[in-house]
């Protein structure tokens, strides 16, 4: 077939319209045709230049002596395929066609076998999604037509010693790819459907799926995606992104983005398009210490072990992880740690809520109950409630919140030098876009929402201010309510002064210029007070 798409056999050019309509009758007019151990040379240069020979050719094509009445012709053929194969390929079926003027309603059935093929040298025959620079097949597969068009196919592939060309500079291999698949179109959509698929790749990807199906749209979007997963390393999985074509390079550059780690078992997944993405997915799954980069306004996660259970808009995250490790958040100054994290975490649609949350921490223990409800806004609504019955406030310092602002957060880091606090509470309750939840003058607006803190601080140490004698074996009451914070105590000294009464108040933490305003009585002798 030259560039113009003219078929030629020896030089003759195959006569076009109605003489081609009448060779072509004539030979499906035939009751058989038979070529034994014949030679055929191929070359399409609307493809390539490359040739395909065809030799050792036994070709049977003849009318159904049952089913002529439907136009059945049935046909083998076995032939050696150069350059691709040692072995030979196999083709055998039928067609359903009276005429070739009824080829629009052609239905037909293809057997094919093809053993140890070489995937590269058949590159100016098939169009590979991916870029194949060298590697071994086998295919067994049934092709089913209707129309005239491919309408499903069904079978099973072995690959093996795959180089692909993933960039310009970078090569990836995969070892072995083997699965059973069955692939169903529509002039809308396409189905794929792969059982017992098993990957084996370099860098340690491996993967087996008891069942991998996808579904895409007439523009090749992925509409839907279902598999079953006995274990995934999700350290290796992240190198899955690299084998895919250059039309999934936005889900390659979330992947790399992402670079998740960590071990998954137990996986079942199915997910439809929807509006959003948790709309149409279901999710099932055990994590052990997976882990995720920052990614928009996302935080990064590190050591997570829990159980996913997600349908459509609502699910549970069972928690129990040791290690747990929050990064780049947006609430936390530092990456936040903590030794142990037992909890569930649930949601219905936009409402979210933590039970039994339990935090067990080096320097403290904490149990938080919450209840939030996002927004578009990005603020949302929060009812949260955290208890905590010690903690060494000296370590504290990665857990103050940026909300309480830099002057206040630098006043926290350089004054509370040392003390156990008691029976900690954090209440929050209402719209985060009205936090802390007071009126220009900082009075509390009790119809916008709720923010408290109380605590019972022991054996202090506190550092008032540069130039200022520290006060010491401090006994303190926080009280934090709105934007206003108060201090209460009768027990401590500063410089072997005893405090008999101690009031500090600092009526608004989130202006830029925070005063703290201290009333303090002593009992003090007379050399202590100079001093």
């Not at 002596?65 to 050696?80: A, C, P």
């Not at 055990?286 to 928009?296: D, H, L, R, S, V």
């Not at 740690?337 to 975490?345: A, C, T």
């Amino acid at each position: 077939r030259d560039s113009n798409g003219i078929i030629t056999i020896n030089g003759i050019a195959l006569p076009t319209g109605s003489r081609n309509v009448n060779l072509a009758n004539w030979l499906l007019d035939q009751d058989d045709v038979l070529i034994k151990d014949g030679q055929i040379s191929w070359q399409d240069l609307t493809r390539s230049d490359a040739v395909i020979q065809l030799s050792n050719l036994n070709f049977n094509y003849g009318s159904s002596k049952l089913l002529s009445f439907i136009g059945r012709r049935e046909f083998t053929v076995n032939t050696m395929v150069k350059p691709g194969s040692d072995e030979p390929l196999n083709l055998s079926g039928y067609v359903d066609i009276k005429s070739i003027e009824d080829v629009e309603d052609l239905q037909g059935y293809i057997d094919v076998g093809l053993n140890n093929f070489d995937l590269a040298k058949f590159r100016p025959w098939l169009q590979y999604p991916v870029d194949i620079l060298s590697g071994k097949g086998s295919l067994n597969a049934n092709i089913y037509l209707n129309d005239a068009k491919v309408v499903s196919m069904d079978g099973r592939i072995n690959f093996k010693d795959i180089t692909i060309q993933s960039n310009k500079i970078k090569t990836n291999k995969i070892n072995s790819l083997n699965s059973y698949f069955n692939v169903n179109y529509t002039d809308i959509s396409s189905d794929i459907k792969m059982n017992n698929f098993i990957l084996d790749a370099e860098g340690g990807l491996n993967l087996d799926a008891q069942t991998l199906n996808m579904s895409f749209n007439s523009s090749d979007e992925l509409t839907a995606i279902k598999f079953a997963i006995n274990k995934a390393d999700l350290d290796s999985m992240g190198q899955l992104a690299s084998f895919l074509p250059e039309d999934f390079n936005d889900l390659k550059n979330q992947g790399t983005r992402l670079a998740p780690t960590g071990i998954i078992t137990d996986v079942m997944l199915d997910w439809q398009l929807g509006d959003k993405f948790f709309q149409g997915l279901d999710l099932r799954l055990t994590a052990e210490k997976i882990g995720f980069k920052p990614i928009n306004d996302y935080p990064g996660i590190k050591n997570l072990s829990a159980v996913f259970d997600i349908s459509d808009n609502e699910g549970f995250i069972k928690i129990s992880s040791s290690d747990l490790t929050l990064t780049n958040n947006d609430i936390f100054r530092q990456p936040i740690k903590f030794k142990q994290i037992n909890g569930e975490l649930s949601w219905l649609d936009n409402i979210y809520q933590l039970n039994n949350f339990k935090i067990i921490n080096k320097d403290f223990v904490s149990d938080i109950v919450a209840t939030y409800i996002s927004s578009e806004r990005n603020d949302g609504n929060i009812d949260l409630e955290i208890n905590i019955p010690s903690a060494d406030i000296s370590q504290l310092t990665n857990f103050y919140p940026k909300f309480i602002g830099k002057t206040g957060l630098q006043w926290l880091d350089t004054s509370l030098l040392k003390g156990i606090a008691n029976n900690t509470k954090i209440s929050l309750k209402g719209d985060l876009h009205n936090f802390p939840f007071v009126d220009d003058v900082g009075n509390k607006e009790a119809t916008q929402g709720l923010f408290e803190v109380t605590s019972s601080i022991k054996g202090s140490t506190i550092e008032y201010g540069a130039g200022w004698p520290n006060a010491e074996d401090f006994d303190i009451d926080v009280s934090v309510v709105g934007s206003k914070i108060e201090f209460t105590s009768n027990q401590g000294h500063i410089l072997n002064n005893d405090i008999t009464s101690f009031t500090a108040v600092i009526d608004d933490f989130t202006k830029d210029n925070v005063s703290l305003d201290v009333t303090l009585f002593t009992v003090s002798p007379l050399d202590k007070m100079i001093n």
